[in-house]
């Protein structure tokens, strides 16, 4: 594992060039980004690759709705469920400078999480980020997207069934997930959007990321959603952005640009530790527990090219290719929106993605990139040879 920087800085300082060299074809990868963006399937899409370190490839493909005009670099679109990796990394720096622990329970803070049988006073904050609340998987989702009040929904989860101990089982939340929100309020005395804003943000020179319908939409560019039903023919239709998950900021509520990903990614790969020190990504970073329910969809759709998957804090970790190169990502979507993060902390090496349609196809890039990264036969991962791309736009 990669959390010892001074002795990694002094490996690299003695790499030969070579060592460093890049190995990412990034006219290969332009020129399968633009046929992957010509598919009816997809609106718009930004890509941006981090190699050794720096961002090499930043670029917007398509358009920000039919009609409108191309999405660039800078466009803004919602970052969905890397949200809860955000989320994380506010926690693990105010666990940085002693104003809450891991440890603490929920029930120490003011949240209007309540749990089965009282469970708020065993939950600690690392069973929140890390979804092991024993109760079923997106909980009230549902609810939320009905308009019902997240905190009158988080109050209510207390009458579910358990179906495991607290911490012994991985469940995935968004409602429940957002209670960190809450306590980040409370420690900071702040609204959760700005604290995020002061801690990360800014620090990361971040300038179009927001928490909130209002910044996407006050974006001087930004990514309209579209989505369809899997069955339905033709192009995706246009969507209303809605409140729904803005309403849930920890778990969903981010917006930004490719860049301000790339950004962002670069922090979490420990190259920025005035923000994001090598404790704080320790602590997020490390595996607890094993998402059987992932792993199953991975092995089934992937062929195994990712293994054994885990879930830390805010972030998925798993075993790349046949070598088992350790990797960390997430990926996200809220209606018309879909959003990846994949890297090597021990390369300073990924690739983060963006787009506002609800399609399949782009996550492909993730793997496309890293078997370049890592010199592996190139895959139709992206799935666009197998038939011609739709009309263009």
Known sequence: MRFLRPALLCLLAAA????????????????????????EDIV???VAVIENGEIRFAK?????????????????????SLSKGVAASQVAILAGEARLNLSDTVSKFKTSLRLPGGGETQATLEDVLSHRLGIVSNAYDTSLEDGRDPTVIRNSLRGLKSICAIGECHTYQNVAFDAVAEVVEQVTNSKYADAVDASLFKPLGMVTASIDRAGLEASQSWARPHA????????????????????????????????????????????????????????????RIYTRREQSGLSRRYRGHMRDARY??????????????????????????????LFDPERDTGVVALWNSSSRLPVGIGFEVMDMAYNLPAQDWMEIDAESAGGAK
């Open 44 to 46: 718009g899409l930004s």
């Open 312 to 341: 830390a804090l805010g972030w998925r970790v798993y075993k790349y290719g046949d070598a088992g190169t350790r990797v960390i990502g997430h990926r996200g979507a809220v209606e018309g929106y879909r959003s990846l993060i």
């Open 60 to 80: 917007g493909y398509g358009v920000t709705e039919f009609g409108g005009p191309p999405v660039t670099d800078e466009t803004v679109f919602r970052w969905a």
């Open 228 to 287: 369809k039903r899997a069955r339905d023919a033709g192009p995706p239709k246009a969507k209303i952005v809605n409140d729904d998950y803005y309403r849930v900021p920890a778990a969903g509520g981010v917006n930004g640009s490719i860049r301000d990903l790339a950004l962002y990614a670069r922090a979490q790969m420990g190259l920025v530790p005035d923000v994001l020190s090598e404790t704080a990504l320790e602590m997020m970073q490390t595996p």
């Open 16 to 39: 030969t060039p070579a060592a460093l060299a890049q190995t990412i074809d990034y006219d290969r990868l332009d020129q399968r980004l633009t046929r992957l963006s010509a598919h």
